[in-house]
C-alpha cells in the first residue's frame, strides 16, 4: 500500500510561482509512474504532469507544457510539481498519483494511489 501526502499549494498572485511536493510513505516510489493532476470544482480531474520511475520519460498538457516542471527525488521518495508562470485559469486542487505500471498515463484510472489534494489559487 501506498499512502501519498500532497502540500506546497496556496495563493499566488498570476505569473507567480509554486512548488508543490509529494511525500510517500509504506513503499518506495523508485519504480513507479508518477503524475499530477489537476481538478476544477464540478469538473473532471484531469492529467497535469506525468513521470516515469526512470525520470527518462515526461509528458505534460499542453496548457502546462513550459511552465511547469515535474521531478522526482527517488532518495526522498518524493515528486515535485514546479509551477511557474501561473495564471487564473490554473487554479485547481492539484492531486498526486503513483501507479506501479512503468508506463506514462494520463488516465485517472490508472492510478490506483492518490493523495489527498492541494489547493492552488491564482488571483488575477
Known amino acids: 500500500q501506498v499512502q501519498l501526502q500532497d502540500s506546497g499549494g496556496g495563493l499566488v498572485q498570476a505569473g507567480g510561482s509554486l512548488r508543490l511536493s509529494c511525500a510517500a510513505a509504506?513503499?518506495?516510489?523508485?519504480?513507479?509512474?508518477m503524475a499530477w493532476f489537476g481538478q476544477v470544482p464540478g469538473q473532471e480531474r484531469v492529467s497535469v504532469a506525468s513521470i516515469r520511475w526512470s525520470g527518462l520519460n515526461i509528458n505534460y498538457s499542453m496548457s502546462v507544457k513550459g511552465r511547469f516542471t515535474i521531478g522526482r527525488d527517488n532518495t526522498k521518495n518524493a515528486v515535485y510539481l514546479q509551477m511557474n508562470s501561473l495564471e487564473p485559469e490554473d487554479t485547481a486542487v492539484y492531486y498526486c498519483a503513483a501507479r506501479s505500471n512503468p508506463w506514462t498515463s494520463a488516465v485517472v484510472d490508472n492510478y490506483p494511489y492518490w493523495g489527498q489534494g492541494t489547493q492552488v489559487t491564482v488571483s488575477s
Open positions: 509504506g513503499r518506495t516510489l523508485s519504480s513507479y509512474t
